[in-house]
């Protein structure tokens, strides 16, 4: 099939006024459509963190082909890296996009987070917040038709000239970078666009010796629950690879 032609099946879930969840479906044409991969760093200061993006890249890998191969857009975010990808086509094409720039609306209200991240949100006792970060994770490819940028305006610019309104967002950390880079969640919808956490390519900074005391696994969920209430639904990536 011609990929402008394709249509990616969204089962999307948001939360109402009681934070009881509410589900919908969506035909979204691929040609209209962007991936987010926020982040996805090759290392982490948080040995924690670390060893779950090194189960979780492979997997963001397997949907960003797919979808890569449907048509959807692929924007790799590796904040604070892009020295490493300097001459990369990938960079180059955002690069040469004219400039557009994002609306200046306000940002959309919500109540503080579900979780106390204020020790960092390491759940295995390091503390250095140190950025040992020097690129994307191996294990998630990069191809020429794809774009490299951890600038908000730069990849507003991008989504515009290709007329790219829904924005799936997969990577990390949920409570923070997925919601307050400058691509993050908060300026996706504050500049009018449709974006989609992919709830199961994303993990949050949270130690379960912090409130509301609970594990690892609940913090990340509740971040998402306070997500779907607030600001954009989520979806499963999952649910977008072809079934076997």
Not at 52 to 71: F, K
Not at 109 to 137: C, F, K, M, N, Y
Not at 196 to 201: G, I, P, Y
Request: hydrophobic share 40%; net charge negative.
């Amino acid at each position: 099939m011609n990929p402008e032609q394709n249509v990616l099946p969204l089962t999307l879930r948001r939360r109402d006024e009681d934070g009881e969840p509410v589900t919908s479906t969506r035909q979204v044409p691929a040609s209209r459509t962007a991936l987010v991969l926020c982040d996805v760093w090759d290392r982490h200061w948080s040995r924690g963190a670390a060893e779950r993006v090194d189960l979780l890249a492979p997997v963001i890998d397997q949907v960003a082909r797919h979808l890569r191969s449907a048509g959807v857009l692929i924007v790799h975010a590796p904040s604070e890296t892009l020295d490493s990808y300097r001459g990369h086509p990938a960079r180059r094409r955002i690069l040469d996009v004219p400039r557009v720039e994002p609306p200046s609306n306000p940002a959309v209200p919500e109540p503080p987070l579900p979780i106390d991240d204020s020790d960092g949100g390491s759940d295995t006792g390091e503390t250095s917040w140190s950025a040992v970060w020097t690129r994307q994770h191996a294990a998630v490819a990069i191809e020429d038709g794809d774009a490299i940028s951890d600038d908000g305006a730069e990849i507003y610019s991008l989504l515009s000239l290709e007329k790219r309104d829904l924005v799936l967002v997969a990577g990390v950390h949920t409570n923070m970078c997925v919601l307050r880079r400058s691509f993050g969640l908060r300026n996706l919808v504050r500049w009018g666009l449709s974006p989609v956490l992919l709830r199961d390519l994303t993990d949050a900074m949270y130690n379960p010796a912090m409130p509301p005391y609970v594990s690892h696994q609940r913090g990340t969920e509740l971040v998402v629950e306070h997500i779907e209430r607030y600001l954009c639904p989520t979806a499963l990536g999952a649910d977008l690879l072809p079934r076997a």
